[in-house]
């Protein structure tokens, strides 16, 4: 693997890391807005999974292993 692949492999990592953060922030602020907080453990628990995924995305970039394809290429 080169270094140019390993190094667009960890700027997609940080690209879903900042969507799922993101969503996870919308979530907090639109239920927050209807007057409902979300507790402290829930939101530490999103950040455990976000790191769980976060960290099977790069084991699988440095072994060369597939991840889950949503949308495959025809080939």
């Known amino acids: ?17 900042a969507i799922f953060m993101l969503v996870g922030a919308v979530i907090v602020w639109g ?5 409902l907080p979300v ?15 976060a960290l099977y995305m790069l084991v699988a970039l440095l072994l060369g292993m597939p991840t889950i394809h949503l949308v495959s290429s025809a080939s």
């Open 1 to 17: 693997m080169s270094l140019a692949g390993i190094l667009l492999g960890l700027i997609n990592i940080a690209i879903v890391v």
């Open 31 to 35: 239920l927050s807005m209807m007057s």
């Open 39 to 53: 507790p402290a453990t829930v939101q530490k628990g999103f950040m455990v999974v976000v790191g769980l995924i």
